[in-house]
């Protein structure tokens, strides 16, 4: 299996935002972005794997300025990492006003997405090569980001978080954490 770079998976998806999206401020409902991202992230991680995905986690989504009824959303969807069977993928959501020439970006997430095969079983996926010093980034920043997602989701034991435990304590790394943290 050869290596894919993070620009294989870019996928851009636009909505016009309609009445039926939106609540009674005219602003676009939480849920229905969720569920627009959920695609976006899935086509973007179906490019890299070359097979169906399932979502398997969201982070965090943070809502920085409400979309307006009328609006054009664009959902900007990029593989970040791939594990053994999964991937991230990031997402920038951007809203833009036709009419005013305004265009600011309303959110940023990640998403998991595992990789099933014509079984439904786990498969595993391609490498992911990044090419560019954002993508590297991106790239080293996702063992941290999958870690704690892991931690959080209760499959992960704080102690086994290397990458989050040398984020945090460097050098001065206590010798069994969660002993230090139930003290």
Known sequence: MTGKSPQESYTI???????????TLNNLMGGRLL??????????????????????????????SPIKLGDVISIEAKVTRAFTTSVEVRMDVWAQNIPSGTKVKSNEAYYTFVALDKDGQKTTVPELVPETDKERALYEGALRRRQLRLILGGKMNPNDATELKALFFGDQLPPNLGEEIKQ
């Open 13 to 23: 998806m636009n909505e016009l935002v309609l009445p039926n999206d939106t609540n």
């Open 35 to 64: 569920h627009w991202m959920d695609i976006a992230a899935a086509i973007s991680a179906q490019k890299h794997c070359n097979r169906i995905v399932v979502t398997a986690s969201v982070d965090n989504v943070s809502f920085q």
